[in-house]
């Protein structure tokens, strides 16, 4: 069996939310907790959330969740790929692939996850879903290329390198477009309320 990691990437900045969205309680749970959770049930190792200035508050609102790394990124104002690099040399030596999920993304469902980690290793390097057309997280990228996000700069997560290697990528895709919406702004958050009932 592959060892699968995974990266939470929860450092932003929140700016269109107007405060710190990942803390906001959706469905009486806080919104970065939905990632983590979805990691823990999918028995991926390790489980590493890579965090800014609300550290201890995820600390203390996930202290009841076992087998979590949290990781404080001092360079979280620099960008997406500061956090990203220091989620994958963290688990550089100890996985055979990792997914990278994105905090704000409560929607994804297990289906998901379980239909990416079944096509990792069939001749592929990256596996990223589709919904309704749209590309989308989390994202499993393969050991091979772990170094290659340690050089990345800026605030991307790594277009670049996904578009170099798009003949070894496999797309699945999926119907529902609500599954990969990000919360960014007081909407979103409205309508994530709605979509889970």
């Known amino acids: 069996m592959p060892k699968i990691g995974a990266i939470i ?12 969205k990942l803390l906001l309680s959706l469905k009486g749970k806080p919104l970065f907790r939905y990632p983590l959770e979805q990691a823990i049930r999918n028995h991926m ?7 800014g200035q609300h550290m201890q508050a995820f600390q203390t609102e996930s202290s009841d969740l076992l087998n979590v790394e949290y990781i404080y990124n001092p360079r979280y104002e620099k960008g997406m790929s500061s956090s990203l690099k220091i989620g994958i040399e963290n688990i550089k030596y100890r996985t055979d692939a990792t997914i990278i999920f994105l905090a704000d993304q409560p929607f994804v469902p297990d289906l998901v996850l379980q239909s990416m980690i079944e096509q990792f290793g069939k001749d592929t390097r990256i596996v990223r879903p589709q919904y309704q057309g749209n590309f989308g997280h989390p994202i499993l990228i393969d050991k091979s290329l772990y170094d290659e996000f340690l050089n990345l700069e800026g605030d991307h997560g790594g277009k670049e390198i996904i578009n170099k290697y798009k003949n070894d990528t496999k797309i ?3 119907d529902n477009t ?9 909407e979103d ?3 994530g309320e709605q979509f889970l009932v």
């Open 9 to 20: 990437l929860a450092a932003g900045l929140s700016k269109r939310m107007g405060q710190s």
């Open 45 to 51: 190792q390790p489980i590493c959330l890579i965090a």
């Open 172 to 174: 699945l895709s999926f």
């Open 178 to 186: 609500f599954w990969g919406m990000d919360i960014d702004t007081p």
């Open 189 to 191: 958050y409205r309508k």
